[in-house]
């Protein structure tokens, strides 16, 4: 990627690469606005049908939502007592299906539900399913949930190779959880999935579809301010500046600012109704080792379902369900933050946690439908697709708007809404990318002693096993691909992390389209997550940033102390040795 030229202020000045080949050709069939995962997900569907297709994203791919989800791919066992069938068929068998075609990040997720009770819950069931509200709180005893459980199992035997659900009675459960509550009479335990890297999975399927189709274009930071005859009106969000792009059709995946986008479009438009949900990230080997290798998935004494759920070393907590205004920042607050340590000792009543145990936190909103009356928990996390025809000048464009929708179905619901796309073109599908692996999901190894064998054998000078795992890990086999690039100049591992190396950034520049220096530490890396940013990080990352992207000092500054403040306003994170 050519650098960008900088003022003496360190302000970006040209435009980038990306933008330019928008600004070139300001025309495509369609215009995508929204860089989450359906966003994606419905680029390269279009791309792959040989489509000319742009995308733009106002912030960087996966900023939203996307990237603030419970990291599971699951059917949604709970949708069952919400009448959801289709959607819960709909997500087993496309979990069923994201294990096979992305196995570099989505992995198999043993769930544990600890149960109390026999018989609770019996009567109040049926009324939650027909009015969709948690009415008095009676929890959800053994004979409900088995019941639900085989129900689950029933839908996720198309395609699947998961394993069915399992009980055990009290003293089982006590030996595979010595720290559980000592009240517990049941523990069932089922499998759905889970996807560590959402962020790196949204970037692998964005580069599918610019793979797929030459004249597919797409840029983060770039955002839609308005329309006039011409067209829509973009900004560059890292120079300012804007020009007009022409679409016949334009699609609206911006989650929950949908309603905000066709304002913006001129359109008064009232789909969505929005929820926060937060999450923490705990360094704590006590919890860990309580959690026994599986998620614990459970009805707080609320009626809200949560999690704790090991990732690595560390402990994911969540999730609330909180109606909010989109327009403010969403952030894990003190008051939610009590409710994770509530619900921890919920099950694990001696394992004491504190804020300083808390390496990470975030929050999203969920891309839900306008529901008035209805409680966040019962609102559906179905989609549906709305479409208008509107004149922008002498030309005809259609919008469709999408509202709703979950990480579990992305690739249906992008087939879907491309569907749409293409007759509102009057255009054929050619492909579809049901069974289509992803990315670096291509010929990944399939159990533990092939992984190895795969790294072994993609040991090179200057990149030893170690550092192959790492990259196998962060691009799945499309490793490949970044080894081959680092081993054609001079490289050099940080001194401030083993886990990233001066020409793998380079990499990430010319390749996966960074706009500052905060992409790099959350969606490029999972090293934010896990806590694991210094203020000696920080400035190597913008010493080795700096060159690549043309910043001067003045910049490079004001990238450390930007990192600083999104790491602390939107995920409570204070850097150790903050910058003067």
Same mark, same amino acid.
């Given at each position: 990627?050519?650098?960008?030229?900088?003022?003496?202020?360190?302000? *970006?000045?040209?435009?980038?690469?990306?933008?330019?080949?928008?600004?070139?050709?300001?025309?495509?069939?369609? &215009?995508?606005?929204?860089?989450?995962?359906?966003?994606?997900? *419905?680029?390269?569907? &279009?791309?792959?049908?040989?489509?000319?297709? %742009?995308?733009?994203?106002?912030?960087?791919?996966?900023?939203?939502?996307?990237?603030?989800?419970?990291?599971?791919?699951?059917?949604?066992?709970?949708? @069952?007592?919400?009448?959801?069938?289709?959607?819960?068929?709909?997500?087993?068998?496309?979990?069923?299906? @994201?294990?096979?075609?992305?196995?570099?990040?989505?992995?198999?997720?043993?769930?544990?539900?600890?149960?109390? *009770? *026999?018989?609770?819950?019996? &009567?109040?069931?049926?009324?939650?399913? &027909?009015?969709?509200?948690?009415?008095?709180?009676?929890?959800?005893?053994?004979?409900?949930?088995?019941?639900?459980?085989?129900?689950?199992?029933?839908?996720?035997?198309?395609?699947?190779?998961?394993?069915?659900?399992?009980?055990?009675?009290?003293?089982?459960?006590?030996?595979?959880?010595?720290?559980?509550?000592?009240?517990?009479?049941? %523990?069932?335990?089922?499998?759905?999935?889970?996807v560590h890297n959402p962020e790196r999975l949204t970037l692998d399927v964005l580069r599918d579809g610019k793979l797929a189709n030459p004249s597919a274009r797409a840029a983060n930071y770039v955002s839609a301010v308005g329309t006039s005859d011409d067209g829509v009106q973009l900004r560059d969000e890292l120079t300012g500046e804007t020009f007009t792009f022409q679409a016949d059709v334009v699609v609206n995946a911006t989650g929950a600012w949908t309603d905000r986008t066709n304002a913006t479009l001129g359109e008064d438009t009232r789909f969505m109704g929005g929820t926060k949900g937060s999450h923490i990230v705990l360094d704590h080997p006590e919890l860990l080792k309580a959690c026994n290798g599986t998620e614990i998935f459970f009805e707080h004494v609320d009626g809200r379902i949560v999690l704790i759920y090991p990732m690595g070393d560390r402990v994911l907590v969540g999730t609330t369900d909180i109606d909010v205004d989109v327009d403010e920042q969403a952030v894990c607050t003190d008051e939610e933050i009590d409710y994770f340590f509530e619900l921890i000792g919920h099950v694990f009543p001696d394992i004491k946690v504190t804020n300083d145990d808390i390496v990470y936190s975030f929050s999203g909103v969920r891309p839900l439908p306008r529901h008035d009356e209805t409680q966040p928990g019962f609102v559906s996390r179905d989609y549906r697709i709305e479409k208008r025809e509107e004149k922008l000048g002498d030309r005809k464009v259609t919008t469709l708007s999408l509202v709703g929708g979950k990480w579990t179905t992305f690739r249906a619901l992008s087939e879907h809404l491309a569907d749409e796309t293409l007759a509102a073109l009057g255009a054929a599908r050619k492909t579809s990318t049901a069974g289509v692996a992803i990315g670096g999901g291509t010929d990944f190894p399939t159990d533990e002693a092939a992984e190895r064998a795969w790294i072994r054998k993609a040991v090179r000078p200057g990149v030893d096993e170690a550092r192959v795992e790492v990259l196998l890990t962060r691009y799945g086999t499309r490793a490949t691909d970044v080894i081959d690039y680092l081993t054609e100049g001079p490289d050099r591992v940080l001194n401030s992390t083993q886990e990233l190396s001066t020409r793998e950034l380079a990499y990430m520049v010319e390749n996966e389209q960074v706009g500052h220096l905060i992409d790099v530490l959350i969606r490029r890396t999972s090293l934010a997550f896990r806590g694991l940013v210094t203020g000696e990080l920080l400035a190597e990352l913008a010493d080795t940033l700096a060159p690549l992207l043309g910043w001067d000092a003045a910049r490079s500054a004001a990238e450390i102390k930007l990192a600083e403040k999104v790491l602390a306003d939107a995920h409570r994170v204070h850097v150790k040795n903050l910058t003067p």
């Open positions: 990627m050519p650098a960008d030229r900088t003022d003496g202020e360190g302000t *970006t000045t040209s435009t980038r690469r990306v933008v330019q080949e928008l600004r070139d050709n300001p025309r495509a069939k369609v &215009l995508i606005i929204g860089g989450g995962i359906n966003g994606v997900g *419905t680029f390269r569907d &279009l791309a792959l049908q040989g489509i000319d297709v %742009a995308l733009v994203e106002r912030g960087d791919y996966c900023q939203g939502a996307s990237g603030a989800s419970s990291h599971m791919i699951h059917g949604g066992i709970r949708y @069952l007592e919400n009448g959801e069938f289709r959607l819960v068929r709909e997500s087993v068998v496309e979990r069923n299906a @994201l294990l096979r075609i992305a196995p570099h990040y989505v992995k198999p997720l043993q769930t544990t539900i600890p149960i109390y *009770t *026999t018989f609770s819950g019996i &009567l109040s069931a049926p009324m939650r399913f &027909l009015t969709h509200r948690q009415g008095k709180q009676v929890e959800r005893g053994a004979v409900l949930i088995k019941a639900g459980l085989t129900m689950y199992d029933f839908f996720s035997r198309d395609g699947g190779n998961v394993p069915r659900h399992s009980f055990v009675g009290r003293k089982k459960a006590l030996a595979a959880m010595p720290d559980v509550r000592k009240d517990i009479k049941y %523990a069932a335990t089922y499998f759905d999935a889970s």
